[in-house]
């Protein structure tokens, strides 16, 4: 396993716990940002099926109510939807941390589980044979397996020697990322304001707290970035329509380029691509880490049955299996976000109509709003047993 982000963290607790014997080349701790991850129902059951979750809890608020609002101030402006957990059964659609608290948590649950060596150290070199990969570290030494997860992010040396060609879009839009405090309650309810040039989204923190996602252009955020705190607190709040009464953005922010990454396979040669190393989406929806932890919940389960059934690990069976499996799942979601964002930044009619009869048929017709919400919190087409909070 290369790579101790979240994503990789999640796959080494879940294949070492299942008792087969990994090592975490985790790197050098990064470091710390302060963005959060919604966490969606099914993720949330595999991180509890894992240990992971009685962890970091308490840090997490509950997603009972998703707003979208649109800002866009355009001829074709869509009506409010509101999605409630309750109308599909579930106490809460998912649950927001930040990933300080998650990432400390993976990592204390990681450091007991007993078949799981942590190697706080860079992977310098990694090299394909026909039946093993070799792995060189920053330190000299190397390291031999069957199978490499890999999880190291977004410019995955694994990835690069497995010769796994990506495609990438690049989107005209940065997103800052902030916490606050607030006077109003949230009353656990997540909004989205769909602006002309991205999402401003709101989700609840636990007390009076929130983070925001702020999507704008990316002179408008070199502009945002540079305001003292009280214009800042004021910014936002404006930008906020002051939903949740007067805000104190807290010390220390994110900026982020949008672009979108996909590999053209999600798995060969020895090598099972998990996280960012395989798939960079837009924070639109909450997707990028639940499909990362989807991504870990397989290749655990996928490693686990070939081990018990004395198969190669890491062989072209496991790997083409974990390719056609995780294909569908990550290129749906990549795609509705590509498209909604696209109709956010289109100035042509027809596009924004199709967006704004989107959400009017979605606020009108509830089966349909309701089949959706089921898909967005347990997609139909990749549940792994982890997410549905069995073992492995
Ligand atoms: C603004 C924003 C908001 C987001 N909000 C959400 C959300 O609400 N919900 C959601 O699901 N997702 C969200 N995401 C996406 C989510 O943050 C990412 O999917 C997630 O952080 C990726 O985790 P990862 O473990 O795949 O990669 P990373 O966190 O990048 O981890 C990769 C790790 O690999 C290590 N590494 C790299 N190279 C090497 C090497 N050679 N040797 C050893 N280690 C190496 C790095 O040091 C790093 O620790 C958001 C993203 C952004 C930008």
């Known amino acids: 396993m290369v790579g101790g982000g979240p994503a990789g963290l999640t796959a080494a607790i879940a294949l070492a716990g299942a008792g087969v014997p990994t090592a975490l080349i985790a790197g050098r701790a990064g470091r710390g940002d302060n963005r959060t991850t919604a966490l969606l129902a099914g993720s949330v059951s595999a991180l509890d099926a894992l240990g992971v979750w009685p962890r970091c809890r308490a840090q997490a608020a509950p997603l009972r109510t998703m707003r979208i609002v649109d800002d866009t101030d355009r001829l074709w402006r869509?009506?409010?939807?509101?999605?409630e957990a309750g109308e599909i059964g579930l106490d809460a659609f998912g649950w927001n941390i930040e990933n300080r608290h998650l990432v400390a948590a993976l990592r204390a649950r990681a450091a007991e589980v007993a078949e799981l060596r942590r190697i706080d150290e860079e992977a310098r070199a990694v090299a394909i044979g026909d039946d093993r990969v070799t792995v060189a570290l920053a330190g000299g030494a190397e390291l031999a397996a069957k199978l490499?997860?890999?999880?190291?992010?977004?410019r995955s040396i694994c990835r690069a020697a497995a010769g796994i060609e990506t495609d990438s879009r690049s989107y005209p839009q940065t997103a800052l990322t902030f916490n606050l405090?607030?006077?109003?309650?949230?009353?656990?309810?997540?909004?989205?304001?769909?602006?002309a040039h991205g999402p401003f989204t709101l989700v609840p923190l636990p007390g009076?707290?929130?983070s925001l996602v702020c999507v704008v252009a990316p002179s408008e955020a070199e502009r945002i970035e540079q305001l003292d705190p009280a214009a800042?607190?004021?910014?936002?709040?404006?930008?906020?329509?002051?939903?949740l009464g007067k805000v104190a953005v807290e010390p220390?922010?994110?900026a982020f380029r949008l672009g979108a990454e996909t590999a053209r396979r999600f798995a060969a040669r020895r090598i099972a691509l998990v996280g960012e190393a395989g798939h960079v989406i837009p924070p639109i929806g909450a997707q990028g880490l639940n499909l990362g932890l989807r991504d870990a919940a397989t290749i655990g389960e996928l490693a686990v049955a070939a081990?018990?059934?004395g198969a190669d690990v890491g062989g072209a069976r496991l790997t083409d299996e974990y390719d056609r499996r995780r294909r569908p799942d990550v290129r749906s979601r990549t795609a509705a976000v590509d498209l909604l964002n696209r109709t956010l930044l289109s100035d042509f009619l027809p596009a924004q109509s199709v967006r704004g009869l989107g959400l009017y048929v979605l606020d009108r017709i509830g089966p349909l709003r309701r089949a959706m919400m089921r898909e967005g919190v347990t997609p139909r087409l990749a549940e792994p047993r982890l997410m549905r909070g069995e073992a492995l």
Do not use: K, M, W
Not at 148 to 154: C, E, F, K
């Open 78 to 83: 869509a009506p409010e939807v509101r999605f």
């Open 148 to 154: 490499v997860v890999a999880a190291d992010g977004r």
């Open 181 to 195: 405090g607030h006077a109003r309650e949230h009353r656990d309810i997540s909004t989205e304001f769909h602006t």
């Open 208 to 210: 009076a707290r929130s």
């Open 232 to 243: 800042l607190d004021e910014e936002i709040e404006r930008r906020g329509h002051s939903i």
């Open 252 to 254: 220390g922010h994110g």
């Open 307 to 309: 081990r018990r059934d």
